[in-house]
């Protein structure tokens, strides 16, 4: 049976702060194959997107569970949390320097096929995976689960390469209508082939199981918009970075 590697992954940002991720992969030696970059949700580089990692290796591909934060930046509380998050959608060169060092990371593994790399992100996350796309990153496929849309740099938007799926929660208070439409306007405007899905009745962390211990009213776990996006996902990772055949 083909064993799943993890491991952390220390890398420098630009800036020179210390990083650490998370890899997951199968071992297949001489096997390269598609990337995924997991930009994490504002409590950081946890269970959560340490366990979404090890899914998508288990399915053939290379995954790193990004770090915007910094090496031993992990919050422990809400306002913790939320500092953190104010402080890097403030300042989108920061947030884009710190994500492309993951990037650049995640291309300099021998097991993966630098061409096809994916990312991908959940709230924060994905408002994270966005900006990446937005800065010209050589990307087969940009993928946001309830993710914040907006951009104070529309023109970048011109910058995207590869393919976009949103995937939203139709209640989702954090991201207002006004937000949506200008998101939607400016993807069409610079012409980036994109699916958006909104999903009825979901709000914001919608498939995250621990989001309900929050106890905010704006965030919620729906199973099946859970289930749904994932699907939705899985289609999208087929299309634009599709596994050679890896056994054998």
């Known amino acids: 049976m083909t064993q799943l590697y993890t491991k952390t992954l220390e ?21 390269v194959r598609p990337g995924i970059l997991i930009a994490h949700d504002w409590l950081g580089v946890g269970d959560f997107v340490r366990k979404k990692a090890e899914q998508l290796a288990a399915m053939g591909y ?14 422990t509380s809400v306002p913790e949390a ?54 010209g990153a050589d990307l087969v496929g940009t993928a946001s689960f309830h993710g914040g849309l907006s951009n104070p740099n529309p023109q970048d938007t011109r910058q995207i390469r590869g ?33 958006f899905v909104a999903y009825p009745h979901a709000v914001h962390g919608f ?16 199973a099946e918009a859970d289930q749904a996006s994932w699907q939705a996902f899985e289609a999208f990772l087929a299309e634009v970075a599709p596994l050679p055949a890896l056994m054998g």
């Open 11 to 31: 890398y420098q940002a630009t800036d020179g702060a210390l990083l650490e991720g998370y890899v997951a992969y199968l071992d297949l030696p001489g096997k």
């Open 62 to 75: 290379v995954a790193l569970a990004a770090d915007v934060y910094g090496k031993g930046i992990r919050p």
């Open 82 to 135: 939320s500092g953190l998050t104010r402080q890097y959608r403030a300042d989108r060169a920061s947030l884009r320097a710190r994500i492309r060092a993951a990037y650049d990371a995640l291309c300099t593994l021998d097991q993966v096929d630098a061409k096809h790399i994916v990312a991908m992100g959940y709230c924060f996350g994905g408002t994270t995976a966005l900006e990446l796309a937005r800065s």
């Open 163 to 195: 393919k976009v799926l949103i995937m939203h929660g139709a209640d989702d208070p954090f991201v207002p209508p006004e937000e949506v439409m200008e998101f939607k306007q400016t993807m069409q405007e610079a012409r980036i082939d994109m699916r």
């Open 207 to 222: 498939t995250n199981p621990d989001a309900d211990l929050n106890q905010n009213k704006g965030l919620a776990y729906n």
